[in-house]
C-alpha cells in the first residue's frame, strides 16, 4: 500500500512555455498532498501544501501565481510551472497523506519528476 | 525557532553498524520520521516513532527519546545499496513536517 506516482518523470522544454506534473495516489485517498522541490546537493524545501478540494497554502517566497496547484480529488493533485525559466530546473516531488491508520501522518512520495528548461 | 540536527555526512564499513543521530527542537511535537534518499531519487519511508523506546524493523531500528528531543537510526549488517541519504523530520503541533538537511552514508567496502 501507499503508492504515490508522478507523471511526467523527466521534462526537457524551452524557456517561457508551461509544465503541467500530475501526482497521483494509486491506493489510498489522499486528503493531504505536498509539492516539494529539490536541487542538487540540497535539502527537500517544501512548496506547498494541498488539500482536496481548497486552495494550496504557499511555502514563504513560493510564487503561487508562478507554480500553480490543484487538487480537485482525492487521488490527484497537479502543480503547473508557469513560464518556466532555466532557474526552474530542479527535481520536484510530490507527497501524500490519508485519512486513516498508516496514512494519516507518514507523508509517501512518489518517485518525482526532473524538469530542465532550456 | 525550528531546528532539526543531524551529521552532513558519515562513512562506515559493509557488514557493519552504523549510527545516524538527530536532536531537534519543534514547537510541539507529533512524531519523528526516518526517510531514506538515494541519489536522483524520492525518499523512501523508513520508520515513524512518537513514543519513546526503539523500533525495530529489519536491519534498520530508530529510537527516540522525547525528553532529550533526540532520535537515533540504527542499520545493521550494512550493504553497498545501503550507501544514501538518510532525512531526520520532525512534525510539530500544527502537524508540519520540519526536515533535517539529511546525513550522507558512504559505504566501503
Known amino acids: 500500500g501507499a503508492v504515490v506516482s508522478q507523471h511526467p518523470s523527466w521534462v526537457i522544454c524551452k524557456s517561457g512555455t508551461s509544465v503541467k506534473i500530475e501526482c497521483r495516489s494509486l491506493?489510498?485517498?489522499?486528503?493531504?498532498m505536498f509539492w516539494y522541490r529539490q536541487f542538487p546537493k540540497q535539502s527537500l524545501m517544501l512548496m506547498a501544501t494541498s488539500n482536496e478540494g481548497s486552495k494550496a497554502t504557499y511555502e514563504q517566497g513560493v510564487e503561487k501565481d508562478k507554480f500553480l496547484i490543484n487538487h480537485a480529488s482525492l487521488t490527484l493533485s497537479t502543480l503547473t510551472v508557469t513560464s518556466a525559466h532555466p532557474e526552474d530546473s530542479s527535481f520536484y516531488i510530490c507527497?501524500?497523506?490519508?485519512?486513516?491508520?498508516?496514512?494519516?501522518?507518514?507523508?509517501?512520495f512518489g518517485p518525482g519528476t526532473r524538469l530542465l528548461v532550456l | 525557532g525550528q531546528n532539526i540536527d543531524q551529521p552532513t555526512e558519515m562513512t562506515a564499513t559493509e557488514g557493519a553498524i552504523v549510527q545516524i543521530n538527530c536532536t531537534y527542537q519543534t514547537s510541539g511535537f507529533n512524531g519523528l520520521f526516518w526517510y531514506q534518499q538515494h541519489a536522483g531519487e524520492a525518499p523512501t519511508f523508513l520508520s515513524y516513532?512518537?513514543l519513546d523506546g526503539l523500533e525495530e524493523k529489519g536491519r534498520f531500528s530508530s529510537f527516540l527519546s522525547r525528553s532529550k528531543g533526540y532520535s537515533y537510526l540504527l542499520l545493521k549488517e550494512l550493504q553497498m545499496k545501503d550507501s544514501a541519504s538518510y532525512l531526520c523530520?520532525?512534525?510539530?503541533?500544527?502537524?508540519?513536517?520540519?526536515w533535517g538537511a539529511g546525513t550522507k552514508l558512504i559505504i566501503k567496502p
Open positions: 516513532n512518537v
Open positions: 507527497s501524500a497523506t490519508g485519512l486513516a491508520g498508516q496514512f494519516q501522518e507518514t507523508q509517501y
Open positions: 523530520a520532525c512534525m510539530d503541533s500544527n502537524y508540519q513536517l520540519i
Open positions: 491506493d489510498f485517498q489522499a486528503t493531504t
